[in-house]
């Protein structure tokens, strides 16, 4: 079966230091997400992504960040400046083009900010 | 406002009880919902989704419009379900997943 797979696994950053998180969504899914979970909370949305474009964003999701999908494959989200409070698990998910199928997600980037 | 509520962190049974994971919602419109299960150290799978009402591994959930609930429930609990729950309610749009806090069903021996 199909999956969504995510790198690195784990990451440790700096804090001020930029941070780009890698996706590979399943490749015929035509809407992409990215959702956080910092510890001991819930999945938050952060950024969906359509056609090439932002469709819907959260409040959490400000000019630190950015997402891409620069080469057709990959699906990536950046963020700038990276703080201490960014710390968390990140996930990304994809799902097909069908109205209310369900979306997949990957196994998730644990980032980590010193 | 779009919200999921899940009352309970931690759900401690033993082995063949019976299993109820309740989960609220609040939404003005029709509601997509899913659950999807998390085991140690893996991904969130999708697990039941509401609009299939089909039984997955022994869970079923039902849409209570009425209650606004969406209950998952399983009669005999097994060891190997022990993960973390998530109940979810999908909007309309481009279809975000809003998350409620995760229960922790534990199953003991």
């Known amino acids: 079966e199909p999956e969504v797979t995510q790198t690195p696994s784990h990451q440790v950053t700096q804090m001020g230091q930029e941070v780009i998180l890698r996706c590979v969504p399943i490749?015929?899914?035509?809407?992409f997400y990215w959702y956080r979970q910092i510890l001991g909370q819930k999945v938050e949305f952060l950024v969906s992504f359509y056609n090439n474009e932002i469709s819907e964003k959260s409040e959490i999701f400000d000019d630190q960040f950015s997402v891409e999908r620069p080469d057709g494959s990959n699906f990536t989200l950046k963020i700038r400046s990276t703080k201490l409070e960014d710390s968390a698990m990140y996930f990304c998910?994809?799902?097909?083009?069908?109205?209310?199928?369900?979306?997949?997600f990957g196994d998730g980037t644990r980032l980590s900010i010193l | 406002a779009q919200r999921v509520t899940q009352p309970e962190k931690l759900l401690s049974v033993f082995k063949g009880a019976p299993v109820e994971l309740k989960c609220n919602y609040s939404y003005s419109g029709s509601p997509e919902l899913f659950w999807y299960v998390q085991y140690s150290r893996q991904r969130l799978q999708l697990l039941l989704r509401h609009i299939s009402r089909e039984s997955i591994k022994g869970f079923t959930a039902d849409l209570n419009k009425g209650e606004t609930s969406f209950h998952l429930k399983k009669p005999f609990a097994q060891e190997e379900d022990s993960a973390m729950y998530y109940c979810?309610?999908?909007?309309?749009?481009?279809?975000?997943?809003?998350f409620g806090t995760g229960t922790r069903l534990l199953v003991s021996p």
């Open positions: 979810a309610l999908m909007n309309t749009g481009f279809q975000k997943l809003v």
């Open positions: 490749s015929n899914h035509l809407y």
């Open positions: 998910a994809s799902r097909a083009g069908v109205v209310n199928q369900p979306q997949h």
